[in-house]
């Protein structure tokens, strides 16, 4: 499968020409099968770059279908729904996967966000594109788009969030953003590691430094320390870097990725590549 990069900011966009390398937009991952499909995750503002690449194929025509996984509905992975250009193409066909346990809460959350008091579109009946909104069921193995998927919900301050492992042809892609434990030390739990493991890419934000992550504990967000020990601790192949503060600029977020990779040797990760997410690139598993 290939991993695209649409999004790789934290908690609200941050465009600017301090941030122009890592890029500024909110949450949004696409996932390609080497099967085919489209596989995207979480709708931050990348989200509306993805739409906009894809009106140039199928999605222009009224023919084209994908799968949204959501981590949570926080504005950051959310946003680009109401600019997602394939929404407005009667025919289109989507599926929402997410929290909230019933396909009835989740909906009336993001339709919530179009509410007249938050958006000129007023309702998600106003798309004219297809939603098929599925709660996501823990620990449940199932399929969309050709991939097997299981989710698992971890800590994000007092609430929680969805991790996902997206698998196919042997070969596993992790997404766990927004990860932290409300408690200093807390770490990865037993459970995260197992959902982690072995994966040949996990993607895990490394939201701060850790003096800024002490000020800030009660956000709900990883340091790239704690990203790093649960790498090495999970055995992963690859770790991605990913939902960087939006504070940080880009000579920050390089600074972040040295720290990060003599955290990765200083634990025995050597061998681990680091990968800092930037927007516009891909990886390939
Ligand atoms: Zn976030």
């Given at each position: 499968m290939k991993i695209r990069f649409w999004g790789v900011r934290g908690s609200i966009p941050a465009p600017g020409p301090d941030t122009i390398r890592y890029g500024g937009n909110t949450a949004c991952v696409s996932i390609h099968p080497r099967a085919g499909g489209l596989v995207i995750v979480?709708?931050?503002?990348?989200?509306?770059?993805?739409?906009?690449?894809?009106?140039?194929?199928?999605?222009?025509?009224?023919?084209?279908?994908?799968?949204?996984?959501?981590?949570?509905?926080?504005?950051?992975?959310?946003?680009?729904?109401?600019?997602?250009?394939?929404?407005?193409?009667?025919g289109n066909q989507f599926t929402v996967w997410g929290p909230g346990g019933s396909p009835e809460v989740l909906e009336e959350i993001l339709e919530g966000q179009m509410d007249p008091n938050f958006s000129p579109l007023q309702s998600?009946?106003?798309?004219?594109?297809?939603?098929?909104?599925?709660?996501?069921?823990?620990?449940?193995?199932?399929?969309?788009?050709?991939?097997?998927?299981?989710?698992?919900?971890?800590?994000?301050?007092?609430?929680?969030?969805?991790?996902f492992r997206f698998e196919e042809d042997g070969r596993a892609f992790v997404y766990a953003s927004d990860v932290g434990q409300p408690v200093e030390g807390g770490g990865p739990t037993p459970e995260a590691l197992a959902f982690y493991r072995d994966a040949d890419v996990l993607l895990h934000d490394t939201t701060y430094r850790p003096e800024d992550q002490a000020t800030r504990r009660n956000r709900g967000f990883s340091s790239y320390e704690d990203a790093a020990a649960a790498a090495v601790a999970a055995k992963v192949r690859r770790l991605v870097m990913f939902h960087y503060d939006q504070d940080y600029s880009d000579d920050d977020v390089d600074a972040l990725c040295a720290s990060c990779r003599a955290e990765l040797d200083r634990l025995g990760g050597e061998k681990i590549e680091l990968v800092p997410a930037r927007e516009g690139d891909e990886l390939e598993i």
């Open positions: 979480d709708m931050g503002t990348g989200l509306m770059h993805l739409g906009n690449a894809l009106m140039a194929g199928a999605f222009g025509k009224g023919s084209g279908r994908a799968a949204l996984f959501l981590s949570h509905t926080h504005w950051d992975h959310i946003q680009g729904l109401g600019f997602f250009a394939p929404v407005f193409v009667g998600l009946k106003n798309f004219s594109a297809s939603f098929d909104v599925r709660a996501v069921v823990c620990g449940e193995p199932f399929e969309a788009e050709g991939l097997r998927i299981t989710a698992c919900e971890h800590a994000h301050g007092s609430t929680t969030a969805l991790g």
